[in-house]
């Protein structure tokens, strides 16, 4: 029997329309219905942003577009084109059969399924398989998963991009290192930008293309997605070819096992070893868009010195927001998909108004090949941020006065540890009794409840504060009264979340006592900051 599942017409791709109806589209019909449609929606966070740069790729084929002058024409027509869509994917269509036997997609079909085949739970990095934690799954592989055509290619295109790095399966007697470096996406935090319907979202997110200019990046004219390549992805270090080759990046060599089952096809094999590598040379800086980077200057031999915006746990990426915006003067790179848009705005094309949702997506790697976390968040953005250093400076005010609140927190639930457990200030501890207090105030978790209660108070912050500009002695000036009603409310938040914090401890007396002590230390700390605050006024 001969199996064939063809992801340009075939559904595999969880569209939401706009009337929040789920279903699946292949390729060709989610661009063409693109406008009639919200979001696509992954199995993970970071599904639905490695198949968006999938069909980025294929919308830059077609579209280009390479100018701003025709982005604009491809916006005010509202949807793309069917007849130059459909004459590019019918040129290409053997390409993107799953199970072709010459050119399956994504794929090395002259891998050994019987020698170097193990369970697809690998090829789904959110199960438990090897040394992966179960994130949001408990498969495992002992009881190994069988996906169906539509599922393996979601987790083919997602595992591409973001697989963790780690040692791999390779083969025997051909002299192949056993360690793979991380797919281009893996241990960063993805930024994409969201419109009102999928067409406005894929626009956004597609630059300005052409390789002649080096736009997005540095570019050969030979520049083309994988598909395209008539070069079989090896084990072997190289520079991408340019834009498209990086947003189809093979990172391993895969294929696929299939069987027939009561329910039809399905994939219950999966080889996987090394595919394409960065060299040493050449950094994800080169070859990213949708990334912040920051600027490492103590980085030792062999370290990045420009690595990539990472999530950290239990803090979210809001509070490192202004590294999005940033420049290389000012420590790192900003995302580089928003000068794309900060050009459209310059020229016109979007107006001042335009609010952009920005989309944070990624996992995070505990150590080499152990991922740790996943993480989904949106921003607001006004592109006021992007045309004003003022509202940018005026928002990085804002979050060092939050973080400052944190710290005086912090140093709050400390002297409770130190006073419960001692009897004594966190000053006066040293040796193992500091340790003992610092585990005490660790885990009565203080910051912990702070930070997740300015969630939302930070998304209206951002949205007032880029609206709350005039113009002082001849200088521009943001939050005037935007940033005393943002110190008001952290500081009201911050003993809200002392008392939550608090209110769970036992009542004894030493306890009390404590928290008592640490009630005090924290007011002093507050009312310090609010006279600083008072002294310096408003706005930045």
């Known amino acids: 029997m001969m199996a064939s599942f063809n992801l340009l017409r075939d559904p595999w791709i969880p569209c939401v329309s706009l009337g929040g109806d789920e279903h699946e589209l292949g390729i060709q019909d989610v661009c063409l219905l693109s406008q009639e449609h919200a979001s696509i929606r992954g199995d993970s966070p970071i599904e639905a942003v490695a198949i968006m740069r999938l069909i980025i790729a294929i919308l830059h084929r077609v579209f280009g577009p390479k100018s701003s002058k025709a982005w604009q024409k491809m916006w005010e027509q509202g949807q793309f084109s069917e007849t130059k869509l459909k004459a590019y994917l ?5 390409k993107f059969d799953l199970f072709d036997s010459a050119n399956p997609f994504y794929q090395v079909p002259s891998l050994d399924l019987e020698k170097y085949g193990s369970p697809t739970s690998r090829l789904c990095l959110e199960l438990s398989s090897g040394n992966n934690a ?21 987790r083919l295109v997602t595992y591409q991009a973001f697989t963790p790095s780690g040692l791999v399966t390779y083969e025997k007697g051909k002299n192949e290192d056993k360690s793979a470096d991380a797919g281009l996406l893996s241990n960063c935090a993805v930024i994409t930008a969201r419109g009102h319907n999928l067409f406005s979202t894929f626009m956004l997110n597609l630059a300005v293309y052409n390789p002649t200019d080096d736009l997005p990046i540095r570019s050969k004219t030979t520049d083309s997605p994988s598909w395209e390549q008539t070069q079989k992805t090896r084990a072997k270090d190289r520079k991408p070819l340019g834009y498209l080759d990086a947003l189809t990046w093979q990172s391993r060599r895969i ?21 394409h590598q960065l060299p040493d040379n050449v950094s994800l800086y080169d070859c990213e868009t949708m990334v912040a980077f920051l600027e490492n200057t103590k980085a030792k031999p062999g370290q990045d010195p420009r690595p990539p915006l990472r999530f950290r746990e239990a803090r979210s990426l809001w509070r490192d927001s202004v590294a999005l915006l940033q420049t290389i003067g000012q420590r790192g790179r900003a995302v580089k998909m928003l000068d794309h848009i900060n050009d459209l705005l310059v020229q016109g094309y979007l107006p001042d108004s335009f609010v952009l949702s920005l989309a944070a997506n990624g996992l995070c790697n505990a150590r080499v090949g152990k991922i740790a976390f996943w993480r989904d968040e949106s921003i607001p953005l006004p592109l006021s941020y992007l045309q004003e250093e003022a509202a940018v400076n005026a928002l990085a005010i804002a979050l060092q006065d939050s973080e400052k609140v944190a710290s005086a927190l912090h140093y709050a639930g400390s002297q409770i540890g130190a006073y419960a457990t001692t009897g004594r200030a966190w000053s006066q501890l040293a040796g193992p009794s500091k340790n003992v207090a610092r585990s005490c105030g660790d885990s009565i978790a203080v910051e912990r409840c702070y930070w997740p209660k300015l969630n939302t108070a930070f998304d209206q912050l951002v949205i007032a504060l880029a609206a709350d500009k005039e113009e002082i002695d001849g200088q521009v000036v943001f939050g005037q009264a935007t940033l005393p009603e943002w110190r008001s409310t952290i500081v009201r938040r911050a003993r809200l979340a002392f008392g939550e914090a608090v209110s769970g401890l036992d009542q004894t007396a030493r306890t009390l006592k404590a928290v008592a002590h640490g009630s005090r230390i924290l007011s002093n700390g507050l009312s310090a900051l609010e006279n600083v605050w008072e002294l310096r006024g408003g706005g930045a």
């Open 90 to 94: 019918k040129m290409v269509a053997d």
């Open 134 to 154: 179960t994130l949001f799954d408990h498969s495992h592989e002992d009881r190994p998963c069988a996906l169906s055509p539509a599922e393996a290619a979601r």
């Open 255 to 275: 294929k696929l096992g299939w069987k027939e089952s009561d329910t039809g096809i399905v994939v219950d094999r999966v080889a996987i070893m090394k595919g």
